[in-house]
């Protein structure tokens, strides 16, 4: 306890010293977000940065990172890596700012961490975008290749370094190319310092799950909080910088001028419905063991038929919602499905950017912007939406969105229809798609009214009152939930009819009748 105060104090006094502003950018998703999927946000492979370095399932990457470093090295024919970390040592105190999370290690380890994994991922940036084909294959991802090739690795690395908590500030990315330059001629320098910026966007291009995003200044993306921060901005439309002030001379070198728990899952007792109540019970009377079998087992039978030919007209869903206020599914999210809304009369009409989605009332047309889709996008997309809420003030957009998304895909047929209409768009089955949306920000309350808000308003003001709509509304307002009534009474008069005639076969009603006379 006591060296971790003297750890906290002594760089609270520094930055007090030094007046270092808070520049918190990289943070920790809360467990309410990434409980309904750790995988998409806890890298799987590879750590980058101080919250997963070192974590031990994570360890065989390390002998990965330091090949990476040596080849490097080895091709800059620069400075040594202890030079290098020995300089952008003098960063430390501008990393821990950026970090949402106390970083208890001390400067040489976290100027190790931070120096490694930056030129890693300056190597991998370098692979992805300068005159290569996109996640052309690696040497050094040899060790860890499976059965499934490379690319599997590709992929998982891909996931890991588009992750919230594995982003490091594009800030210290630049210093570091930077000094690891000051050796090259100054040709091949100005090359790299020129290109690098070409790199980020690049990158960040390559993985958005929208086809279309902003052509974003290559001269801000530098300015930028990171990897998941650039790509945010190429999304939604901003105009916020993240600028951390740093001394011109730090190195000292001439050269050198950013909750819902877990729905448990039910597997032991569950509530029997009506519907199979009625069928328990129809079952025992038909047993050879009661009296009066012979009798009651016709009458058994043709209630069970009946109950059959309901089930199958009226659908089981209103069976099983008896006793239970359960809206259709239609009605469940924030927005109908695809396919209710084609039913409705709706077209549907790709466009570019999210703020561009509209809908036009007098052509009923629904204009989306296309999003692209594979294997790297539900975790690139989880992140996005993590990032957004605990990184923005203002509406949640690209939240909003994805629950218009999560709200028109509910089936493979939603998503098949929106193919058609080219907003969907990846080589990802209908299922998968369908899946990939499904609870995808129920963890995030999306406050703040946007343009969004008025667009799902009008669609479900044309939806409600579309007249094949409105009639059936009407049926399964009225009409379903008579026909709860209707077999439940049914049912009633049925074993009181069967009553009567057990007793009257033993009695015989008929002879009652004359005494009565």
């Known amino acids: 306890m006591r060296e971790w105060f003297v750890h906290i104090k002594t760089n609270f006094d520094e930055e007090l010293l030094k007046d270092i502003h808070s520049h918190v950018c990289v943070f920790q998703v809360p467990r309410s977000l990434s409980s309904a999927k750790p995988q998409a946000y806890t890298p799987q492979l590879v750590g980058l940065g101080p919250y997963h370095h070192l974590q031990p399932q994570l360890l065989e990457m390390e002998r990965v990172k330091l090949e990476v470093v040596k080849k490097l090295h080895k091709e800059s024919s620069g400075s040594s890596f202890i030079e290098l970390a020995r300089k952008l040592n003098e960063l430390n105190i501008y990393v821990r700012a950026c970090y949402h999370k106390f970083l208890d290690i001390d400067d040489e380890m976290l100027s190790w961490i931070m120096t490694v994994d930056t ?14 084909k996109n996640l052309e294959s690696y040497p050094f991802l040899l060790g860890l290749a499976d059965h499934s090739g490379k ?11 588009m992750m919230l908590e594995n982003q490091i500030p594009i800030f ?8 690891a330059c000051v050796p090259l001629e100054v040709t091949e320098r100005k090359t790299v310092e020129e290109n690098f910026p070409h790199m980020l966007v690049g990158f960040c291009q390559s993985l958005s799950p929208l086809k ?3 052509r974003y200044p290559v001269d801000k993306a530098l300015k930028r909080a990171h990897l998941l921060d650039l790509l945010y901005s190429m999304i939604v439309k901003r105009e916020d910088e993240f600028k951390v002030d740093i001394p011109a001379d730090i190195f000292k070198i001439e050269e050198l001028n950013k909750i819902e728990e877990p729905k448990s899952n039910n597997k032991g007792r569950t509530t029997p419905q009506p519907q199979e109540l009625i069928e328990g019970m129809l079952n025992i009377l038909q047993s050879p063991n009661l009296p009066f079998t012979d009798k009651i087992r016709p009458h058994a039978m043709m209630v069970q038929g009946i109950m059959k030919i309901l089930s199958q007209q009226i659908g089981a869903s209103t069976f099983d919602s008896f006793g239970h206020e359960e809206a ?9 499905t695809a396919s209710s809304l084609a039913k409705a009369g709706v077209k549907f009409r790709r466009t570019r950017y999210i703020e561009e989605t509209s809908f036009n009332e ?3 047309t629904f204009q989306l912007p296309t999003i692209k889709l594979g294997v790297n996008s539900e975790v690139v997309i989880r992140n996005l939406v993590a990032y957004e809420a605990m990184a923005i003030s203002g509406p949640l957009l690209f939240a909003r969105f994805m629950e218009i998304m999560e709200g028109l895909l509910n089936t493979p047929h939603d998503v098949k229809l929106l193919k058609k209409h080219g907003i969907v768009t990846g080589h990802l089955k209908d299922g998968e798609v369908a899946r990939l949306f499904n609870g995808i ?12 808000d008025k667009t799902i308003e009008k669609v479900n003001d044309f939806y409600n009152a579309a007249l094949n709509i409105k009639t059936q509304n ?27 005639q057990t007793f009257c076969s033993a009695y015989g009603c008929s002879s009652l009748v004359r005494k009565t006379k």
């Open 212 to 214: 279309e995003t902003r």
């Open 441 to 452: 920000s129920h963890s995030i309350e999306v406050h703040g009214h946007s343009q969004l």
């Open 474 to 500: 009407m049926i399964e307002r009225y009409v379903y939930d008579a026909w709860k009534v209707l077999v439940m009474v049914a049912t009633v008069l049925f074993f009181l009819l069967m009553v009567l």
């Open 119 to 132: 030129q890693f991922l300056f190597h991998l940036l370098c692979q992805h975008s300068i005159g290569k």
């Open 362 to 364: 007098k052509t009923h």
């Open 151 to 161: 690319k599997l690795a590709e992929d998982a690395i891909l996931k890991d370094v």
């Open 172 to 179: 210290f990315l630049e210093k570091m190319v930077t000094v």
């Open 328 to 336: 259709p599914p239609e009605e469940k999210g924030l927005i109908p």
